[in-house]
């Protein structure tokens, strides 16, 4: 990881920080696509949103024919209307939930459909700012691993987990430099 940080230099972390709704949408969106169309259809669904940034109340105020027309599969679509009307009905409260240690974070939000770890991990990291989660369902984290750590292809997640060990507590600082050595 010295090597990693030497060669990239110092990051400096993002002045802002998206709203907690935002974030998810982000991650639902993003899930199993690649950055370039993750981004295409962020962009097509914040301009039917009318904003900077995806709030429930304006998601639930779409039709779910022209959320699907941004680009989204039927269920992203449920994924992310779920999850607004939980915000909506009061069921989701982002105060309490931030104030809640990694694992109850966890728990609550894999409740939710279309949420599972990876979603969780970004949402832990980007909007929470948690410093030691490891996205180790992260592709790109596991791809910079294997270039930087000689790791075989084929590796279970624990090998990954055992590796990302060392960097405890700053594992997520430690996942953004890998994500920056990728560029």
Not at 91 to 111: M, Y
Not at 140 to 152: E, T
Request: hydrophobic share 35%; proline share 4%; with cysteine.
């Amino acid at each position: 990881m010295a090597k990693i940080i030497e060669q990239c230099g110092q990051l400096t972390p993002g002045r802002s920080k998206p709203p907690h709704y935002h974030a998810l949408v982000s991650a639902i969106i993003n899930q199993q696509l690649s950055v370039k169309a993750g981004r295409t259809i962020e962009k097509r669904l914040l301009d039917k949103n009318g904003g900077r940034f995806f709030r429930a109340e304006n998601i639930l105020e779409l039709k779910t024919t022209v959320i699907r027309e941004c680009g989204l599969s039927n269920n992203k679509v449920r994924y992310i209307c779920t999850l607004a009307q939980a915000i909506t009905d009061g069921d989701l409260n982002f105060r309490k939930l931030s104030r809640k240690n990694d694992d109850e974070v966890r728990g609550e939000l894999i409740q939710y459909p279309g949420i599972g770890q990876w979603s969780v991990d970004m949402f832990l990291m980007f909007s929470l700012q948690r410093p030691d989660i490891f996205p180790v369902g992260d592709l790109v984290i596991r791809r910079s691993i294997q270039k930087y750590y000689q790791v075989a292809d084929e590796a279970k997640h624990d090998e990954y987990t055992t590796i990302a060990e060392a960097w405890r507590p700053y594992r997520s600082i430690a996942s953004f430099y890998l994500w920056k050595m990728s560029d």
